[in-house]
């Protein structure tokens, strides 16, 4: 079969005006991801807390930093308040998904954990209607939490998760390990679900440490080797300041890869007090 030849040979302008036209095309493309990327960034900045609360004998500090690209950003945050019951409520979470979407679902949680905490105070059952809340608004995304409450009266910690990574602990004679505690599955998934609560008492000086999994798990950063590096360096700052430990952690995430984004909240506290 013969090819048929064109009926008129493509001139040199008309391919530069075709590369003009697929340069504008795609200078407009980036120009609107970086549009969005910007507005996502506004959000999350906006949305997380800038002080969070302590009382004597209990030091808290967060730390955020966006994905090493830029692109994937939004998802994860952190935030604290006082309950109505005396006690400080503590929360840290990941939403499925990034961008522009997932940083206004993850304000919508924000809120929502703080609506609900108003009226109940224990961290299963704050959990539970957060995750009612969230499935009757009708979204396609869901997000991971870990939800704390600190008492300063039996100086202990009341936590619940949902599927969130496990938080870090140590105290200041050495010990240290995971708290691996029973939960259930991330918010925004099944009506229902229930949180189990654990408690910790804190009957030594030390820290205790709640992260996202950007911090420990990259493309080629397992997430076992990562949370073994972050007990490790809780293991040795568990005297610190809590902003600096929170830093220190912090930078696990760039030995992931970091191409999510990452948080981390640091509730540093004393034993104790005896009764």
Same mark, same amino acid.
């Given at each position: 079969?013969?090819?048929?030849?064109?009926?008129?040979?493509?001139?040199?302008?008309?391919?530069?005006?075709?590369?003009?036209?697929?340069?504008?095309?795609?200078? @407009?493309?980036?120009?609107?991801? /970086?549009? #969005?990327?910007?507005?996502?960034? !506004?959000?999350?900045?906006?949305?997380?807390?800038?002080?969070? +609360?302590?009382?004597?004998?209990?030091?808290? !500090?967060?730390?955020?930093? +966006?994905?090493?690209?830029?692109?994937?950003?939004?998802?994860?945050?952190?935030?604290?308040? =006082?309950?109505?019951?005396?006690?400080?409520?503590?929360? $840290?979470?990941?939403? /499925?998904?990034?961008?522009?979407?997932?940083?206004?679902?993850?304000? /919508? $949680?924000?809120?929502?954990? #703080?609506?609900?905490?108003?009226?109940?105070?224990?961290?299963?059952?704050?959990? %539970? #209607?957060?995750?009612?809340?969230?499935?009757?608004?009708?979204?396609?995304?869901?997000?991971?939490?870990?939800?704390?409450?600190?008492?300063?009266?039996?100086?202990?910690? %009341?936590? !619940? *998760?949902?599927?969130?990574?496990?938080?870090?602990?140590?105290?200041?004679?050495?010990?240290?390990?995971?708290?691996?505690?029973? &939960?259930?599955?991330?918010?925004?998934?099944? +009506?229902?679900?229930?949180? =189990?609560?654990?408690?910790? *008492?804190?009957?030594?000086?030390?820290?205790?440490?709640?992260?996202?999994?950007?911090?420990?798990?990259? =493309?080629?950063?397992?997430?076992? /080797? &990562?949370?073994?590096?972050?007990?490790?360096?809780? #293991?040795?700052?568990?005297?610190?300041?809590?902003? @600096?430990?929170?830093?220190?952690?912090?930078?696990?995430?760039?030995?992931? &890869?970091?191409?999510?984004?990452?948080?981390?909240?640091?509730?540093?506290?004393?034993?104790?007090? =005896? +009764?």
């Amino acid at each position: 079969m013969t090819r048929r030849r064109p009926s008129h040979a493509v001139s040199a302008d008309d391919l530069l005006s075709t590369l003009g036209r697929l340069t504008a095309q795609a200078r @407009e493309g980036a120009e609107l991801q /970086q549009a #969005r990327v910007e507005l996502a960034v !506004a959000l999350q900045r906006k949305m997380l807390p800038a002080a969070l +609360p302590a009382v004597p004998g209990l030091r808290v !500090a967060a730390r955020y930093v +966006p994905a090493r690209d830029g692109l994937d950003i939004g998802g994860d945050w952190y935030d604290g308040f =006082p309950l109505s019951d005396g006690t400080l409520g503590y929360s $840290i979470g990941d939403v /499925q998904g990034h961008d522009v979407d997932a940083a206004a679902f993850m304000g /919508q $949680i924000r809120i929502g954990l #703080r609506a609900v905490a108003n009226t109940a105070t224990d961290p299963g059952e704050v959990l %539970r #209607r957060a995750n009612d809340l969230l499935l009757s608004m009708d979204s396609a995304l869901f997000a991971t939490c870990s939800f704390v409450c600190f008492d300063p009266v039996a100086w202990e910690l %009341r936590t !619940a *998760r949902a599927g969130h990574v496990a938080a870090v602990w140590a105290t200041v004679d050495g010990r240290y390990g995971f708290a691996e505690d029973e &939960g259930g599955l991330p918010l925004g998934i099944q +009506p229902g679900e229930s949180y =189990p609560v654990t408690r910790h *008492r804190l009957t030594r000086a030390g820290a205790y440490v709640l992260l996202t999994d950007g911090v420990i798990e990259g =493309p080629t950063f397992p997430l076992d /080797q &990562g949370l073994d590096q972050v007990a490790r360096l809780v #293991r040795e700052g568990a005297d610190a300041e809590p902003g @600096e430990l929170a830093a220190e952690v912090l930078k696990v995430a760039e030995l992931t &890869g970091h191409s999510d984004d990452a948080a981390v909240l640091v509730l540093r506290h004393d034993a104790a007090p =005896p +009764p």
